[in-house]
């Protein structure tokens, strides 16, 4: 059985989107894109590089794949490149997206049942990154084992939420 790790960026106030840029997620009219970069240092680096530093697998939303993969592939040589752009991503949409950034494996049908397939098959951590949507579906269905959360200390007020209105963390 696989564990499911969610690893995300988080203000004091909970919102998670677009922690890494102005044009990554603008939904909803999200004006604070990049909120995280002023906090990124050597530690931090430390951190995200011991985060990473064990062989996984990626869970994505679309979306977040996509933002990735439009950076990871031409970023190979910075730090978490080559854990990510080796990991297998599986990918969890409601289309037929081009996962051109591979190894990418489409989860076909209901995500949450895709999921639990997968965590009850063999291989590496799953770890989810970014993917707001995709944790909140997470969430419903019981399947996050391990939060792994870097809190900046910042609060905005407004955007998406780690634990979104309704949404409780299971014990």
């Given at each position: 059985?696989?564990?499911?790790i969610?690893?995300?960026?988080?203000?004091?106030?909970?919102?998670?989107?677009?922690?890494?840029?102005?044009?990554e997620?603008?939904?909803?009219?999200?004006?604070?894109?990049?909120?995280?970069?002023?906090?990124?240092?050597?530690?931090m680096?430390?951190?995200?590089?011991?985060?990473?530093?064990?062989?996984?697998?990626?869970?994505?939303?679309?979306?977040?794949?996509?933002?990735?993969?439009?950076?990871w592939?031409?970023?190979?040589?910075?730090?978490?490149?080559?854990?990510?752009?080796?990991?297998?991503?599986?990918?969890a949409?409601?289309?037929q997206?081009?996962?051109?950034?591979?190894?990418?494996?489409?989860?076909e049908?209901?995500?949450?049942?895709?999921?639990?397939?997968?965590?009850?098959?063999?291989?590496?951590?799953?770890?989810?990154h970014?993917?707001?949507n995709?944790?909140q579906?997470?969430?419903?269905?019981?399947?996050?084992?391990?939060f792994?959360?870097?809190?900046?200390?910042?609060?905005?007020?407004?955007?998406?939420?780690?634990?979104?209105?309704?949404?409780s963390?299971?014990?």
């Amino acid at each position: 059985m696989r564990k499911l790790i969610v690893s995300t960026f988080v203000t004091l106030d909970g919102v998670m989107q677009a922690p890494g840029g102005p044009e990554e997620d603008g939904e909803g009219g999200f004006a604070y894109g990049g909120w995280s970069v002023n906090y990124w240092d050597d530690q931090m680096g430390e951190v995200m590089g011991e985060a990473m530093s064990k062989p996984f697998d990626l869970l994505l939303g679309r979306k977040t794949y996509d933002i990735f993969a439009a950076f990871w592939p031409n970023a190979s040589d910075d730090a978490g490149g080559k854990p990510l752009n080796d990991a297998t991503k599986y990918v969890a949409s409601r289309s037929q997206p081009t996962l051109a950034w591979g190894p990418s494996v489409l989860i076909e049908g209901d995500a949450a049942e895709g999921v639990a397939a997968l965590k009850n098959g063999n291989g590496p951590a799953l770890q989810v990154h970014g993917s707001g949507n995709l944790i909140q579906t997470l969430l419903r269905h019981n399947l996050v084992d391990e939060f792994r959360l870097w809190v900046f200390p910042v609060v905005i007020g407004s955007g998406k939420r780690l634990f979104a209105d309704g949404t409780s963390p299971p014990g």
